[in-house]
């Protein structure tokens, strides 16, 4: 007997250590959501013409995860598809996650073109595509139409964006801030991005010599990697410096948690925030905390600068969006909206360059963006326009809200469908 | 500069409490637990769960939080005893560090990039101390991570039990020989630092990011601190934790913010240049 136990015994215990390695793996896999799904994510349903395949990269985990734009980009293409695709072809569609690593953005970029064999690239939101693939999207004639959060997003003939991005959305929250909320000591506390702190700087620096006053009220800039560090001791010091107004460049969970120390700490404040922390979820998490006078009486409220329209806007473009999101149980926010608006822009410009050109390539379907007519997306403050220069200065505007009552609306000074927008474009971003 | 160091006592306490069990864990199993935060962050994570699916008010989610702290410390444990128990401390070691890269993977697919409302455990008014705010949950955190290391240090000297644990980590075939339930005593000691860093994140929680890889990586600040008490020294551990933060906290709003996260690997690098400088030297005699 005993000579049949032992064997079986060092069977179940080498299938017990598999099987946990197996689960580990398998887990382990599964954090790297889309990369798995690169290649599985899909929404066509056939037809009788080739698909348009295209993809997306975008960074979905880690410290600063823009995860609802796949969905917002898949609804777009479901209801496409549902209506019998774009001339008679279906979309499909593929999509990863860089994590936010140049060596992950690279790979995928490859895999889809060179192996999948995509057309173009929709809704990319990364922190790291743009600096990574500019050669090699332009090198492969491979358009991009995405959410731009970083500098070179917005200077590739190739990469089009559809959000104002945290740079034309810095100057139109300190236009809003100083035009409206008038405070006097801001203290403002940016991500720790080396890529964007010189240009935000630089645009600082601009913006206060065309307002003459603003620069003496910029009580503090500090740089701090919010998502991995606690905010207390920034919300304290901002505290221990009298500041009366909080600006911050983040995404709504680490919104909320400074909002939530500044509670803690007995920090009296407004907060103003950039588009990427608008979603729909912050009210409810914030609850009474998100209304004004909840920090003390110097607190006028917690602002965002939202890039595209309010999902509760009256626009229909927005109404089918947001009723598409609701049947397809998509979370309607800042991201979702990105993937939504830059899967519209790219089919737009298809359906109308079809009849000239051959939008089953790569060729074809840059060429039918670069001569669309600018697109009405409802969404944005500036007609959409892929156009034929070396860069896009995209949507150059953002509609300020406010929570009130537990929901975003309007902010004061503002209507709904109007946005704050900057006068001309931004100076460019120095060599040093 | 007070309200800075002040508001240090809020990621100090939760490192003062993470050092207190990987110090307790390194001498009684002869493991640095790397995966000990991430432990604490799934069972957090349970809370949120709770409330969202079963509807539970904070007081309940939060012992239920507990409860998968201490459940996900015994699972673990029991790994460790039934294939680890005779490794070396660098296989156990390398052995947390899939245990973390599992939780973070689970972890990672609860906490997806949305806002949480995490149950507070102490949702009172903050301390004003010198004009400043301090959350009391994290006063208490601070308090209760020294009288967790001293209660610790003093149990292990004078109780039976303690005896029987410190047997167990010089000697854990010769003890298990003299009939102690060494097999027994390590999955409580898994599932007593699964509840401590249960409790530790907890307490953070509400106030901090809702990502789940920060929360995870919370244990390298606590090694730093770990270390400051020679993996030996509880009570240093649990200050040097407090001094991380602090130091942390001064750091993050100075003019080199930017460079807050190598705060712990300073700490580390000093520690360990200081530890060895005595053999460097005995080496270049």
């Known amino acids: 007997m005993s000579l049949f136990t032992r064997p079986r015994r060092t069977i179940m215990r080498s299938l017990a250590v598999t099987g946990a390695a197996a689960v580990v793996l398998a887990a382990a896999a599964c954090a790297s959501s889309s990369s798995s799904g690169a290649s599985g994510g899909s929404s066509s349903s056939g037809g009788s013409n080739a698909p348009i395949k295209v993809a997306q990269i975008s960074t979905l985990s880690g410290g600063y995860p823009f995860g609802d734009v796949v969905p917002g980009t898949q609804a777009y293409f479901k209801l496409i598809n549902s209506e019998g695709g774009v001339d008679g072809h279906q979309i499909q569609f593929l999509y990863g996650d860089d994590k936010g690593t140049a060596s992950q953005a690279g790979e995928l970029a490859r895999l889809y073109v060179l192996q999948d064999h995509v057309v173009g690239m929709v809704g990319n939101t990364s922190l790291a595509d743009c600096n990574t693939n500019a050669n090699f999207y332009s090198a492969n004639s491979i358009a991009v139409v995405g959410g731009a959060p970083e500098p070179a997003c917005f200077t590739q003939a190739n990469w089009d964006p559809v959000n104002a991005g945290p740079y034309y959305g810095k100057v139109v929250q300190w236009q809003y801030t100083f035009d409206v909320l008038k405070p006097t000591h801001v203290c403002e506390i940016e991500q720790n991005d080396p890529t964007s702190i010189p240009y935000y700087n630089q645009l600082r620096s601009w913006f206060e010599s065309q307002n003459p006053g603003v620069a003496a009220k910029f009580t503090e800039i500090t740089y701090t990697n919010d998502a991995t560090q606690n905010p207390t001791p920034a919300v304290a010091h901002a505290k221990a410096l009298g500041c009366d107004l909080v600006e911050l460049s983040t995404v709504a969970p680490n919104m909320v948690a400074f909002i939530k120390a500044a509670k803690s700490v007995g920090l009296d404040a407004t907060f103003i925030t950039l588009g990427s922390a608008y979603d729909t979820s912050v009210p409810g998490t914030l609850g009474s905390l998100g209304d004004p006078g909840a920090l003390g009486p110097n607190d006028k409220g917690v602002f965002v600068g939202a890039e595209l329209a309010a999902v509760n806007s009256a626009n229909p473009q927005v109404q089918l969006m947001a009723k598409t999101f609701k049947a397809d149980g998509v979370q309607a926010d800042f991201w979702s909206e990105i993937g939504w608006v830059s899967a519209a822009t790219f089919v737009d410009a298809l359906k109308e360059g079809a009849s000239h050109y051959d939008i089953t390539t790569a060729k074809g379907v840059l060429q039918a963006l670069q001569n669309m007519t600018p697109y009405n997306s409802g969404f944005a403050a500036t007609n959409l326009d892929f156009g034929s220069g070396s860069s896009h200065p995209g949507n150059r505007g953002s509609q300020m809200l406010m929570i009130k009552n537990g929901t975003w609306v309007v902010a004061p000074g503002q209507n709904d469908g109007s946005f704050e927008t900057v006068d001309g474009t931004l100076p460019a971003a120095s060599s040093s | ?285």
């Open chain 2, 1 to 285: 500069m007070v309200a800075e160091i002040l508001a240090g006592l809020v990621p100090g306490g939760v490192y003062a409490a993470l050092a207190v069990c990987i110090v307790l864990m390194y001498q009684m199993l002869g493991v640095v637990n790397l995966a000990l935060s991430a432990m604490g962050a799934l069972a957090a994570c349970m809370s949120l769960l709770s409330v969202r699916w079963l509807g539970l008010s904070p007081g309940p989610s939060t012992v239920l939080a507990v409860l998968c702290g201490a459940l996900i410390g015994v699972i673990l444990g029991l790994l460790m005893v039934r294939y680890f128990l005779e490794a070396s401390v660098e296989l156990r070691t390398t052995v947390t560090i899939a245990m973390l890269v599992g939780l973070i993977a689970v972890g990672d697919r609860i906490l997806n990039g949305a806002t949480y409302n995490f149950p507070n455990l102490f949702s009172g008014p903050s301390v004003e101390i010198f004009g400043t705010g301090v959350p009391i949950g994290s006063l208490i955190e601070v308090v209760v991570a020294i009288l967790l290391a001293v209660g610790v240090q003093v149990f292990l000297r004078t109780t039976h039990l303690g005896a029987q644990l410190r047997a167990m980590s010089e000697r854990p075939i010769t003890a298990g020989l003299l009939g102690i339930r060494v097999r027994t005593l390590t999955v409580a000691v898994w599932a007593f630092a699964g509840v401590i860093a249960t409790i530790a994140v907890m307490v953070v929680l509400p106030t901090s990011t809702t990502s789940f890889p920060p929360l995870a990586y919370l244990v390298v600040y606590a090694l730093g601190a770990a270390l400051l008490g020679l993996m030996r020294n509880m009570v240093v551990a649990a200050v040097g934790g407090v001094l991380i933060g602090m130091l942390e906290s001064i750091v993050q709003p100075s003019g080199i913010g930017r460079y807050t996260d190598a705060v712990p690997f300073v700490v580390i690098v000093f520690v360990m240049v200081w530890w060895r400088r005595r053999d460097v030297w005995s080496e270049a005699r």
